[in-house]
T-cell receptor, first 112, second 114 residues
């Protein structure tokens, strides 16, 4: 079946450091890929998405590229801020109903 | 604010009681999803509605769980005879019809079973 695997957290970085959170997936067909972010005490927010191979999603300085050959969708940011501290979820959707399958989430803590 | 609204935000109840949660999706969204999130895990799909029709249910949705979406607007999720293992965050999301439409999530209802 379809599944998503994320690197385990927590990831602890200093402000302005480079961020990578790894995400790999297993899926039949051609899924769409997403990164959602959950700030403390808030609901899930869509951060970025990519719908086909080699697409790059980007938002708020975050980027991820849909790599079909490595079945990966790694999240990157060149310079993190304290306000980026949150839990990040990688997800895929496939099939006609677009239900999402999530990874376990990766907690990011950014210190000044 | 015209986002997805869920009520209540928190529900504490004794084991064996029935609980009902409500979700109000974004008004023009005809797709509605329920997910469950336990501590330290990602959300897991429970069920999906297209307008008023419930088109898919996960195996996670035991006989004690029932969901409705009358008139294709708000939705309710009821859990009967609650058990300790039902403690979780219950999330609702909605989206427009169509491939790759993003799902917009509510803030969730946190259920605690005593």
């Amino acid at each position: 079946g379809n599944s998503v695997t994320q690197m385990e957290g927590p990831v602890t970085l200093s402000e302005e450091a480079f961020l990578t959170i790894n995400c790999t997936y297993t899926a039949t067909g051609y899924p769409s890929l997403f990164w959602y972010v959950q700030y403390p005490g808030e609901g899930l927010q869509l951060l970025l998405k990519a719908t086909k191979a080699d697409d790059k999603g980007s938002n708020k300085g975050f980027e991820a590229t849909y790599r079909k050959e490595t079945t990966s969708f790694h999240l990157e940011k060149g310079s993190v801020q304290v306000s980026d501290s949150a839990v990040y979820f990688c997800a895929l959707s496939s099939g006609g109903y677009n239900k999402l399958i999530f990874g376990a989430g990766t907690r990011l803590a950014v210190h000044p | 604010d015209t986002g997805v609204s869920q009520n209540p935000r928190h529900k504490i109840t004794k084991r064996g009681q029935n609980v009902t949660f409500r979700c109000d999706p974004i008004s023009e969204h005809n797709r509605l999803y329920w997910y469950r999130q336990t501590l330290g895990q990602g959300p897991e799909f429970l069920t999906y509605f297209q307008n008023e029709a419930q088109l898919e249910k996960s195996r996670l949705l035991s006989d004690r769980f029932s969901a409705e979406r009358p008139k294709g607007s708000f939705s309710t999720l009821e859990i009967q005879r609650t058990e300790q293992g039902d403690s979780a965050m219950y999330l609702c999301a909605s989206s427009l019809q169509g491939v790759n439409q993003p799902q917009h999530f509510g803030d969730g209802t946190r259920l605690s079973i005593l």
